[in-house]
């Protein structure tokens, strides 16, 4: 079975930063594309960055410069480093991998974590 945990969310001001990390287990490769995503109440979910070992990685305009996703592979998690956070930042955050080596053209998600909160104050 896959699962996939999510961690370090939480309430932080503006300017300021959070890093969070997904934990995937049940997967026979850490090579599959993977990705962030958010959703806000109200709003369609968006993509927010992806990573594949063989295709890079991408994000979206609105984090571009200020989010980084990265992979640790001896751990299985893949986390996104979230600076200079803004109040339109405010979302739940959730990870989702495919079974995927790359992310061109985007594959499809089978499998998500439960989400964690992000909410930055002004």
């Known amino acids: 079975e896959v699962q996939l945990v999510e961690s370090g969310g939480g309430s932080v001001q503006s300017g300021g930063s959070l890093r969070l990390s997904c934990e995937v287990a049940g997967l026979s490769s850490n090579d599959y594309c993977v990705g962030w995503f958010r959703q806000s109440p109200g709003k369609e979910r968006e993509e927010v960055a992806v990573?594949?070992?063989?295709?890079?990685?991408a994000y979206a305009d609105f984090v571009k410069g200020r989010f980084a996703i990265s992979q640790d592979k001896e751990k299985h998690t893949f986390d996104l480093q979230m600076n200079s956070l803004k109040p339109e930042d405010t979302a739940m955050y959730y990870c989702?991998?495919?079974?995927?080596?790359?992310?061109?053209?985007?594959?499809?998600?089978?499998?998500w974590g439960q989400g964690t909160q992000v909410t930055v104050s002004s």
């Open positions: 990573m594949a070992r063989y295709s890079g990685t």
């Open positions: 989702a991998t495919s079974l995927s080596w790359v992310c061109n053209p985007r594959p499809k998600l089978p499998y």
